[in-house]
């Protein structure tokens, strides 16, 4: 199985492996797990070394970390934004559902320390892209919980993109230095799309993962009737911090049209 894309499935613990960090064969420096969550049921994290985020993809559930408690209920990852918490190295978060839900801890190393942020979909940057360019083709939503101009002293990016039905997304064809990873989701099972990587493709189904080297293009597509989630999360490089990406030049022209 390629270690760049992959469908992982949850096992009987309602645990989900999307990236280990150290993995000699494609290390995005980062450890992402998705948890399956039954109602009541209640999981601890804590990571002496890493950083971590916790996003709720779907579901309700409270959040804990030192004496404050938050919640989040999101029955559709298509129509409503994310609730995420982010903590420093160190600190303990409390995960409970409170319905069937769907779990996201995304974490790498970082040695500072900084205050625990709960974010709301009102907190979060939400853009529109694509509007009137190529007859609709390019039209997506965009959400951005932090990155490094709203969390310079976090190692780690993380947002969500809605690639509308029919349409792509990642598009102009472009790439950048440090590592990205895509989580993807349909709502309706049978939904079905195609990733770009470089010069291969794959298929994407509900549920997969995109594990993507740095300096590797990654165009998304996906089918129409079908709008598709995928949390993007990227891992900053030591004094190399993600801010922007690196266009193909073969394709600079359809980005020139898109601004």
């Not at 360019?133 to 390019?138: I, M, N, P, R």
């Not at 990227?234 to 022209?253: C, E, F, K, M």
Request: charged share 25%.
């Amino acid at each position: 199985m390629s270690r760049e894309f992959a469908c992982p499935r949850f096992d009987g613990h309602g645990v989900k492996v999307l990236t280990q960090s150290g993995d000699t064969k494609n290390d995005t420096m980062m450890d992402i797990t998705v948890y399956k969550m039954a109602p009541g049921e209640k999981r601890a994290f804590s990571y002496e070394g890493e950083e971590t985020a916790a996003l709720l993809i779907r579901g309700q559930a409270a959040f804990g970390w030192e004496g404050s408690t938050a919640r989040g209920r999101r029955e559709s990852f298509i129509t409503e934004g994310p609730y995420l918490l982010h903590v420093c190295r160190g600190t303990e978060i409390t995960v409970t559902a409170e319905a069937e839900s769907e779990v996201l801890i995304q974490r790498t190393a970082n040695d500072r320390t900084f205050p625990a942020v709960f974010y709301r979909p009102e907190d979060c940057r939400e853009d529109f892209f694509g509007e009137g360019v190529l007859e609709g083709k390019l039209e997506r939503t965009v959400r951005t919980v932090f990155d490094y101009s709203n969390a310079p002293y976090s190692n780690m990016v993380n947002g969500e993109v809605i690639n509308h039905q029919g349409g792509w997304s990642s598009y102009t064809p472009h790439h950048h230095p440090q590592p990205e990873v895509y989580y993807y989701r349909y709502e309706r099972p049978e939904g079905f799309g195609a990733c770009f990587l470089g010069d291969k493709a794959y298929k994407i189904t509900d549920g997969c993962c995109a594990a993507i080297p740095g300096g590797v293009t990654h165009p998304q597509v996906t089918a129409p009737a079908y709008p598709m989630y995928y949390c993007w999360m990227i891992r900053h490089l030591p004094g190399n911090p993600w801010t922007s990406r690196i266009v193909d030049q073969r394709y600079a022209w359809i980005d020139a049209r898109m601004k």
